[in-house]
């Protein structure tokens, strides 16, 4: 597959968002805002930036990736497909019964998926434990972790943080979707985390130096330049983005954390979806 | 006979097992010095890890760990594995049926004068409910070198159960993943133990048979998966079944044998546990005596029950 162009990447995105909520319309179920919000950072990792065979998912040297918010499984789903890891179509049996893509992530059921997640806080302590494995391979790969700031609220989260701290995995990675509202509410009314750069420094994270915008491929780019660069680990990248980005009525609001899209909703958004995606096609 | 700690033969039968397995990882919660898994942090500091006061970012931890094709070990107290860490061990390694051993230590009322904050007397009816893990509550030091073994040949996670302090090494055959050993025939009434309680039953049932009651004693160490046939055969001869277990009556081993029996052949019943209350401190022996697990307690049940037979 020839290496995809920035824009490229940012149509991608565009296109699962597209994908996704058509999905979640369809199903009646499933949420939009905490997939829509992960978008740009998911198709980089596995478009551009992770070492990994979907033809051969077990293969041993794979980098790892878990969503640690394990509820935008939609946009991952749609991803995997995309990359081959499901076959075309399987999109549309998302949480149905007997379906291989579970409500959440199933590690068992879906190929690709390298953790189940669903319950908030347990993505970096699994993440922790394959990392420090990684490190007696003769290939070390790479494990990311993506959380949300709700999932940050867990405390295992925070045991996770201090252990990677202490054990300083080179190769071990998270990527914070830093969109700033939960299930209930802002997270500055609900848990607030800021600074939360300073948090992981405290914790003998290498931060990164900036917080980069999470819907800017050339931005999310940067981020992993910067990552390139570094020896030192655990190493934490914060990005802002936005929850339930895309569609103007369900941006920065937790009422698009998990609710339904009915066929109105996805009468407004689709246009606004397309539009932007064909700005990126045409560019 | 002899005296040994479960959790002394659990160190020792780690750091043996590691010179030959190096997929084999041991993480402990800050308490390796107590349950003994600091010898193999000795042995192999490179295999082994501390992780802090923080069991349930431990036990996902070693989750990663499996998945990776490694064989972790998770260390703690058994009553905060089962309460701090079951969304862990329920949502991580269960679900996804991991190759993690969880090393439940100082178990029932073992951990004695420090009182009702660690006495595990939930911990198995926790466990059993979990599907795809085997709960394993070896008798004596054999039996948990016996479980280490065996857990590490079995694809999916298990449970081990261990008690603190000392207890006799038994003259039987070392603990077998899905089998009930019989230790004593007898047709008048089933006695099933497991863990300490099993040299106990072994008492009553000597003074039973002074007094005319013969007993078959079941060592029930695989709480999950239950030995089936050996359960029924053995009521189909005694028509009545006692549990003993070092735990709470609700949801351990007899909750085990309950769900079994009911189904499959309704006869007497009665439990030797911890009633449903909370406990306290105290010297082991005398708690024990105190809560209802004893050689004269099991006494009393069982002729009571071979009497309720009549
Ligand atoms: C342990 C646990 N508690 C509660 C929930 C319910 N829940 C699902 S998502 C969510 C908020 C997540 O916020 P965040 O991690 O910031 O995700 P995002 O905003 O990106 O969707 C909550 C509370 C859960 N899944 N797991």
């Not at chain 1, 800021?194 to 780019?221: C, M, Q």
């Not at chain 1, 009915?262 to 407004?268: G, I």
């Not at chain 1, 606004?272 to 045409?282: M, N, R």
């Not at chain 2, 695989?222 to 735990?247: Q, Y």
């Amino acid at each position: 597959m020839t290496t995809k162009t920035n824009k490229e990447l940012q149509a991608l995105a565009q296109q699962f968002r597209i994908n996704v909520i058509k999905t979640l319309n369809d199903k009646g179920t499933g949420h939009w805002g905490g997939s829509s919000s992960v978008a740009e950072i998911l198709t980089y990792l596995y478009f551009r930036q992770m070492n990994i065979k979907p033809e051969q998912p077990d293969w041993a040297d794979r980098d790892r990736l878990i969503l640690s918010k394990g509820h935008a499984s939609p946009m991952l789903y749609a991803i995997l497909e995309e990359k081959g890891y499901l076959p075309e179509g399987t999109l549309s049996s998302f949480r149905e019964i007997n379906s291989t893509l579970q409500g959440h992530p199933c590690m068992n059921k879906t190929p690709g998926v390298e953790m189940s997640t669903g319950a908030l806080g347990h993505g970096l302590s699994v993440g922790l434990g394959m990392s420090l494995m990684a490190a007696r391979n003769e290939n070390p790969f790479k494990t990311y972790v993506i959380v949300g700031e709700g999932c940050l609220n867990e405390g295992q989260s925070w045991e996770a943080i201090m252990a990677a701290g202490k054990f300083a995995p080179k190769d071990l990675v998270l990527l914070v979707d830093y969109n700033k509202v939960q299930l209930d509410g802002h997270s500055k009314d609900i848990m607030p985390l800021d600074p939360l750069a300073d948090k992981f420094r405290s914790f003998n994270w290498n931060v990164a130096g900036k917080t980069y915008n999470g819907h800017d491929v050339d931005e999310i780019e940067k981020s992993f330049k910067w990552l390139s660069k570094q020896n030192e680990g655990p190493c934490v990248i914060i990005y802002d983005t936005t929850k339930g980005k895309g569609v103007d009525f369900t941006e920065d609001t937790h009422t698009w954390h998990g609710a339904p899209v009915s066929d109105d909703h996805l009468k407004d958004a689709l246009p606004q979806l397309k539009s932007v995606l064909s700005k990126w096609e045409d560019e | 006979m002899e005296n040994i700690a479960m959790r002394d033969a659990f160190g020792a039968a780690l750091v043996e097992i590691g010179k030959t397995n190096d997929k084999l990882m041991v993480l402990d919660a800050d308490v390796s010095s107590s349950t003994k898994t600091g010898l193999f942090g000795k042995a192999y500091p490179d295999r082994f890890f501390n992780m802090g006061v923080a069991e349930a970012n431990m036990v996902d931890v070693a989750a990663g760990m499996a998945t990776v094709g490694y064989r972790p070990v998770v260390s703690a107290f058994a009553i905060f594995l089962a309460l701090k860490a079951t969304d862990q061990i329920r949502n991580v390694v269960c679900y996804n049926n991991l190759n993690v051993i969880i090393g439940g230590g100082y178990s029932g009322l073992s951990d004695s004068f420090d009182g009702a904050s660690h006495q595990s007397i939930t911990d198995i009816a926790i466990m059993r409910a979990f599907p795809n893990l085997t709960v394993l509550c070896p008798a004596d030091a054999n039996d948990v070198e016996a479980a280490l073994r065996q857990a590490l040949e079995i694809d999916g996670p298990v449970y081990i159960r261990m008690c603190r302090n000392p207890g006799p090494v038994l003259d039987k055959n070392p603990l077998t993943i899905g089998k009930a050993d019989t230790l004593v025939e007898g047709d008048d009434v089933t006695i099933g133990a497991c863990g300490l309680t099993v040299p106990m039953a072994l008492e009553a049932a000597a003074l039973l048979a002074e007094k005319g009651v013969k007993a078959e004693v079941l060592d029930m160490a695989s709480i999950k998966p239950l030995d089936r046939e050996a359960v029924l055969a053995s009521v189909e001869k005694t028509g009545c079944f006692l549990s003993v277990e070092e735990h709470s009556i609700h949801g351990g081993l007899g909750g085990a044998v309950s769900e079994l029996l009911a189904k499959n052949k309704p006869v007497p019943m009665d439990f030797v546990g911890v009633e449903d209350c909370f406990t306290e401190s105290g010297p082991y022996d005398l708690l024990m005596e105190k809560y209802g697990i004893s050689s004269s307690a099991i006494i009393e049940k069982a002729q009571a029950l071979v009497a309720s037979k009549s």
